[in-house]
């Protein structure tokens, strides 16, 4: 009778226990799933309010002076690119459909920004300027030229300070020094099998459309945006690195926040190593602190799981260049 008694109290015992357990889980269960929702409705908030502000930045770009241009695109991309980091530090509470459509936003931004760019800052245009600034200027005799390039000039000239670039070259070495470059907007754009070295510290770097190209630079103040770009090789320092559409580069990077990658693939990544006299000085006047170098911080837009993304890897140490110097 005892031996009966004691079963039906280990019974009772062991479903007490199970209840109990079933009443902590479920508490467990709901108390993970109240600060998630939590989260996403603040993430909704306040993605919503940064996606607003940089939609009137992009519409208050018309209203902007022309020597004031540059700066204002540098400021909205890094806008973008903190609203990009933002989602990218969020995605462990995301929805998948609420990722994708962050993504659709963001992509949304970046092309309406680089559209009204290019509008407004015609590259191309102030580039080849430059040079016939240089050449030609001297030869403009007549009342009628002079003032044809009045209104040119008058439009064209605090642009020309800040930007520079080489275009649609084929199998050619080019070299820029601080002096040409310092504080610059770089762009080159549509290379072939060309060599580029730039021995300075320019404020932003464009690369767009370079097939079988070497890039060598210097410590870039702000940002690198590199795009169709294949079968190239990128030695680059920067604050924040944005690569698109791109296959088969190899970058030796220096980055001191984080580089984003986009419908990209075959990238292979290590640290930077480019050396060439005084290189520490430019560091120092671009502001990026050398000891500093999240070269392994890679977002790839393209890659939502949290396991490595197969887009991009690191160069093994026995195919590693082990430093370049010039």
């Known amino acids: 009778m005892e031996t009966i008694n004691d ?3 280990d019974s009772l015992t062991k479903r007490e226990n199970e209840r109990q357990l079933n009443l902590q889980k479920k508490k467990d269960f709901k108390d993970h ?23 009137a930045l992009i519409h208050k770009s018309r209203n902007c002076s022309e020597n004031e241009l540059a700066d204002h695109f540098n400021y909205i991309s890094k806008e973008i690119l903190a609203l990009q980091k933002y989602v990218a530090a969020s995605n462990i509470f995301l929805r998948n459909y609420d990722l994708q459509r962050c993504q659709r936003i963001l ?10 760019e290019e ?23 007549s009342s009628s030229k002079e ?25 050619e070495d080019v ?18 099998n060309c060599k580029i070295f730039l021995k300075g510290s320019p404020s ?8 079988n190209c070497q890039i060598f630079s210097g410590p870039v103040s702000t940002s690198i945006f590199a795009e169709n770009c294949e079968n190239c090789t990128l030695v680059i320092a920067c604050q924040q690195l944005r690569l698109h559409n791109s296959r088969k580069v190899t970058i030796y990077l220096h980055v001191t926040s984080r580089a984003i990658m986009e419908d990209c693939k075959n990238i292979l990544v290590a640290p930077y190593n480019l050396k060439y006299d005084g290189i520490e000085d430019h560091f120092l006047s671009a502001s990026l602190d050398i000891n500093l170098n999240n ?11 949290e396991k490595h993304s197969p887009n991009w890897k690191e160069i093994e140490d026995n195919d590693m260049v082990q430093e370049w110097a010039n």
Request: hydrophobic share 35%; glycine share 2%; charged share 30%.
């Open 7 to 9: 079963n039906k109290l």
């Open 33 to 55: 799933l109240l600060p998630n929702s939590e989260k996403l409705e603040f993430f909704e908030i306040l993605f919503g309010e940064k996606q607003s502000n940089i939609e």
């Open 107 to 116: 992509q949304d931004l970046t092309l309406k920004q680089k559209q009204l």
């Open 119 to 141: 509008d407004l800052l015609p590259k191309k245009k102030f580039s080849f300027k430059n040079k016939y600034k240089q050449h030609g200027q001297a030869s403009i005799s």
């Open 147 to 171: 003032k044809q390039d009045e209104v040119d000039f008058s439009t064209k000239i605090p642009v020309q300070k800040n930007i520079c670039g080489v275009f649609n070259k084929d199998n």
């Open 175 to 192: 070299t820029m020094t601080n002096n040409e470059i310092f504080k610059k907007d770089i762009t080159f754009e549509n290379m072939k």
């Open 204 to 211: 932003t770097l464009h690369l767009d459309n370079l097939m």
């Open 295 to 305: 070269w392994r911080c890679i977002d790839d837009f393209n890659w939502l799981s």
